[in-house]
């Protein structure tokens, strides 16, 4: 409000005529210089005045004197009743005119406009901060916790909208039926589970499963991230649970989904710089709700979190989450139903076959094939097609495996190291026995820095089962030093590129896991790495080592001499087939890509001898 005091002062100010200066002793009284009120009613008096115009907006009478042209300016006061007294006497014109230039309107104008602004802006803060989720208010209410959760009375979703998991299906399956008739458990005295930790790797469906037990179920479905709970408050998460639990109580039976509950979960007292408290005290009132409620008020929580290493073991303690369920990456089955569910509502062509694309994902989350079947269908509507063709679906995976397709470079020596490099890779694919088959080699840039890439069709049963041979991990290593042998063959060693630093990090992971992990060096059978942390876990903050420093340096050895043999190996194979390798870069540089099955005809024609047999696999 001082505000507005202040502003309403200055265009009060601003509105005041300025006062008519006292004349300089030694000037000249009444010039046209310094010509006052006072001078003009003397000369009204004497009868110089010819004519008056008064302004009343910017306060002054412009008068024109008799033997001037110009007419003078004299500030005027508020009310001049004398002024036009004396003028009415003396039969001089008075004239109104109001200028347009009103810059004390304006003046006025611009403080107020200023003003509302402010006012405006104000209120604005003070809305947000009483509506909006995580928008800047959180500061300023604390305590008082709005609801985060989100609740949604019907998913609508089915366990028909998710495939590719169904042993996890199979489980839940049980929780739905709790949902829907508690009695047949009561009745027999079995406590109902009171939670459901579903452990999996990002996009396997984890969400979308709890979604579904709801939907199935047909009850409420209240969501919230463990991320949520962790405010800036002490205190916050914990009332935030606390309204959680007290709505989903109204609601019963329902489901309450705790996504990421690591973030919530962690080990107490256990964290890296110290303990949360504000964590701390969310995750005690997490456990003291759960204990608070009787197993049969029809609540069932379903938590979901891709590190249960993390989680504190109170959550895991029977009467807690005492189901744990893990959602895996989905197999070559899983990925085809999963593949189906999402087609159903995309127009594919007849050439596009889902078994192919299965097959050529492995490693592909659920979320990864929804987004591929996306990707392509964008890509149609793109092409202005009228269904998603094998085209765009080889498209989309290139785009979402490696990234998207940029220019071709212009024929360069650049291009041609390119080349050499990736026909080396390819060439080993198709000549190494146990080596899975090149499905394209290309030397079209991907964004990322990909300068260009050979890739395989890999074979799904052995990916599957996990039985890699060591001949498969041998030739693996070889081919991946390809690239490198080409171009340490073709341009001398001066020449090599950080092009493979990628390749080379392969090498040393595959080469690190025969020796520690699968006792395929001379080392022997030992395990020097546990294998317990699945890939998806990530590892451990410290990186357990369970050997001595002198083992270490026989593990390096070890690795070195694989890498290094398979390398000459590669050398060689490269250094034999010369003339063949000069061909295929020609046609490489010429069409920028060849399918697998034009390179393994080129190669036969050299040859004369056949290559790896396709397998079965391998997509058409
Ligand atoms: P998570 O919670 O495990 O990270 P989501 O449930 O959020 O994964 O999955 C993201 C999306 O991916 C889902 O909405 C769905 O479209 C798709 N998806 C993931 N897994 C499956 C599956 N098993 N079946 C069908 N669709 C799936
Ligand atoms: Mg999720
Ligand atoms: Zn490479």
């Not at 409420?220 to 405010?231: A, L, N, R």
């Not at 705790?258 to 009132?285: F, K, P, S």
């Not at 390819?426 to 840039?445: C, E, R, Y």
């Amino acid at each position: 409000m001082i505000v507005t005091l202040w502003m309403v002062l200055q265009s009060m100010t601003l509105a005041v005529p300025a006062m008519a200066q006292k004349p300089a002793e030694n000037e000249p009284r009444c010039s046209p210089k310094n010509y006052t009120y006072t001078c003009l009613l003397q000369d009204i008096d004497r009868g110089k005045v010819t004519d008056i115009q008064i302004d009343r907006v910017q306060q002054t009478a412009r008068v024109k004197l008799q033997n001037q042209n110009q007419p003078v300016e004299v500030p005027l006061f508020d009310q001049n009743p004398e002024l036009i007294e004396r003028a009415r006497q003396n039969r001089i014109s008075v004239d109104i005119q109001d200028s347009t230039d009103n810059s004390a309107v304006l003046g006025l104008l611009a403080h107020l406009l200023l003003f509302m602004l402010l006012l405006g802006g104000l209120l604005l803060i003070i809305r947000r901060s009483a509506n909006a989720p995580g928008g800047p208010g959180q500061a300023l209410n604390f305590g008082k916790s709005r609801a985060r959760f989100q609740m949604e009375a019907k998913t609508g979703i089915m366990f028909d909208d998710v495939a590719g998991i169904e042993e996890a299906k199979e489980e839940l399956q049980e929780v739905v039926t709790f949902l829907k008739k508690p009695e047949k458990f009561t009745a027999v005295g079995a406590r109902i589970p009171k939670g459901v930790l579903l452990i999996g790797p990002p996009g396997t469906g984890k969400t979308l499963l709890a979604k579904a037990i709801a939907g199935e179920a047909g009850v409420p479905f209240f969501s919230i991230s463990g991320s949520e709970f962790v405010e800036m408050f002490v205190g916050v998460g914990a009332s935030r649970v606390r309204d959680l639990f007290k709505k989903a109580k109204e609601n019963a039976p329902c489901i309450v989904f705790i996504d990421e509950i690591d973030a919530v979960g962690r080990q107490r007292g256990a964290g890296i710089g110290g303990g949360n408290d504000e964590r701390e005290q969310t995750l005690n009132q997490l456990l003291t709700e759960m204990d608070g409620f009787e197993g049969n008020t029809g609540i069932i929580i379903i938590a979901a979190t891709n590190r249960p290493d993390v989680l504190d073991t109170a959550l895991l303690r029977p009467g807690r989450f005492d189901r744990q369920i893990t959602v895996d990456l989905p197999n070559y089955r899983g990925r085809l139903g999963i593949l189906e569910v999402h087609a159903r509502n995309k127009r594919l062509a007849d050439d596009v076959s889902l078994e192919a694309i299965a097959r050529r994902t492995p490693g592909f989350a659920g979320a990864d094939l929804s987004n591929l079947l996306n990707e392509a269908a964008i890509l149609t509507a793109r092409r202005r097609k009228e269904a998603i063709t094998m085209l765009e679906i080889d498209d989309a995976i290139d785009r979402v495996t490696i990234g998207l397709t940029l220019t071709p470079l212009l024929d360069s020596k650049k291009k041609r190291l390119i080349a050499y490099h990736e026909v080396g890779h390819a060439l080993l694919m198709t000549l190494l026995k146990n080596s899975d088959p090149l499905n394209k080699v290309t030397i079209i840039p991907r964004s990322g820095g990909v300068g260009g890439f050979a890739q395989q069709s890999f074979n799904e049963d052995m990916i599957d089962s996990g039985l890699y041979t060591r001949a498969w991990m041998t030739d693996r290593i070889t081919i991946a030093l390809g690239g490198r042998a080409a171009e340490e063959e073709v341009f001398g060693p001066a020449e090599v590129t950080a092009g493979a630093s990628g390749d080379i990090k392969a090498v040393a992971e595959i080469a690190r896991e025969m020796v520690t992990r699968y006792g395929m060096s001379e080392l022997g059978l030992v395990a020097l790495e546990s294998s317990g942390n699945e890939v998806f876990l990530g590892r451990g903050l410290m990186p357990r080592q369970e050997y001595s420093e002198e083992v270490a340096t026989q593990i390096d050895r070890q690795v070195r001499e694989i890498a290094i043999h398979c390398f000459q190996e590669a050398r060689r194979i490269i250094r034999e087939n010369r003339p063949l390798v000069d061909c295929l870069v020609e046609v490489l540089l010429d069409q920028e890509t060849i399918e697998g099955d034009e390179f393994r005809q080129i190669v036969e024609e050299y040859t004369g001898q056949k290559t790896t047999p396709v397998s079965t696999s391998a997509p058409t």
